[in-house]
């Protein structure tokens, strides 16, 4: 890591918005969601105040873990045209008040979650945020083109962290909500690294597609959503949900897996190669999740 | 100042004091957080 920001930005007090965009607010508004359906999903109930209190640790935790992403890559960001545009490789914001800010939010969010909580939810906000912002962006994200495949576990804990604030204990329902986002970041990823390839190689990211080639990654696309699709509808087959979970989550993965399987059996045409199977399969990534977890809580309360 | 903040049409101290006034807000939003969270537990 090497300091860039211009110092005299210094003369300039920092934007409460460029403090905001530090958090990646796009990204936690997925963690929020996963992690509200993981606490509705969950068979206990818990006072509202304290539900409240849950959720908003779970987003201080990811947006004070992206903060420290953010902080940690402001150079690589800086050679991205998708990330160039944020405030500190822009020089909005000096990189001191970028990691006091995030150790912050970090620190106040496990700290809040285990007095207001309990203390094995915010353990295990306190691993993910260690796993997010050490394991992967600074050991595992430069170093090897599995990063995406182990780093994803960081994004897999709000709903498992969700389902542990309302019930206290961890069972089988709630390591498989994180089993689930664990199989799916690799696919919606690379997804995203197929069509950026370049901004990727450029910054010296070993991505599996600048690593292993494209086709080595669209054959991974390919293997982890044939593993998604019985992983989805495991939660039903061992009774955690009803039947409207388990169909939902049988037509909503087995698109998933057509999707991608289409990408997997294609190859690029030329430079000129629009990437359009490559960009549905990521849009429609994104609103799988949603989905699914949405038919989760549903299911939780409509029993047919 | 570099060519992002110059484009910024606000002075320093009206940052500063929109910064400053969600901080406030934030503190406050804690405090009463706090506040309902030892009501909910001795509840």
Not at chain 1, 20 to 46: D, Q
Not at chain 1, 119 to 124: G, M, Q
Not at chain 1, 222 to 239: K, N, Q, R, T
Not at chain 2, 28 to 37: M, P
Request: one cysteine or more.
């Amino acid at each position: 890591m090497t300091t860039t920001s211009p110092s005299h930005t210094a003369f300039l007090p920092a934007d409460w918005r460029d403090l905001l965009a530090l958090t990646k607010p796009r990204v936690m508004s997925l963690v929020i969601f996963t992690g509200l359906c993981g606490l509705l999903a969950a068979p206990e109930r818990i006072h509202p105040v304290i539900a409240f209190t849950a959720i908003l640790c779970i987003a201080m935790g990811a947006g004070g873990a992206a903060a420290l992403n953010q902080w940690w890559e402001a150079d690589l960001d800086a050679g991205m045209k998708r990330t160039a545009n944020r405030p500190l490789p822009q020089g909005r914001l000096d990189r001191t008040t970028a990691r006091d800010f995030a150790g912050v939010l970090c620190a106040v969010s496990v700290f809040l979650m285990g007095f207001a909580v309990g203390w094995l939810p915010a353990a295990i906000l306190a691993i993910s945020i260690i796993y997010y912002s050490v394991i992967y962006t600074i050991w595992l994200k430069p170093r090897t083109p599995q990063n995406i495949v182990i780093g994803g576990g960081a994004g897999a804990f709000p709903p498992l962290i969700g389902w542990v604030a309302a019930t206290g204990h961890v069972t089988a329902m709630p390591v498989l909500l994180f089993a689930i986002i664990f199989f799916w970041t690799p696919p919606h990823f690379w997804a995203l690294a197929l069509f950026v390839k370049s901004d990727y190689a450029k910054v010296g990211i070993p991505m599996m597609p600048v690593v292993a080639g494209e086709k080595a990654t669209r054959h991974q696309i390919m293997i982890y959503a044939v593993l998604l699709l019985p992983l989805s509808v495991l939660p039903w087959w061992i009774g955690g949900t009803g039947a409207i979970y388990g169909i939902s989550a049988l037509v909503l993965s087995s698109l998933f897996l057509a999707l991608s399987i289409r990408v997997g059996l294609r190859a690029r045409n030329g430079e000129d190669d629009a990437m359009k199977p490559e960009k549905q399969l990521f849009a429609y990534s994104v609103l799988y999740l949603f989905a699914l977890f949405a038919v989760l809580v549903v299911d939780r309360f409509i029993v047919l | 100042m570099n060519e992002a903040k110059s484009s910024d049409p606000r002075t320093p101290d009206q940052i500063r004091r929109s910064r400053n006034r969600v901080l406030a807000l934030s503190l406050a939003g804690f405090v009463v957080l706090v506040f309902l969270i030892s009501i909910a537990k001795m509840g």
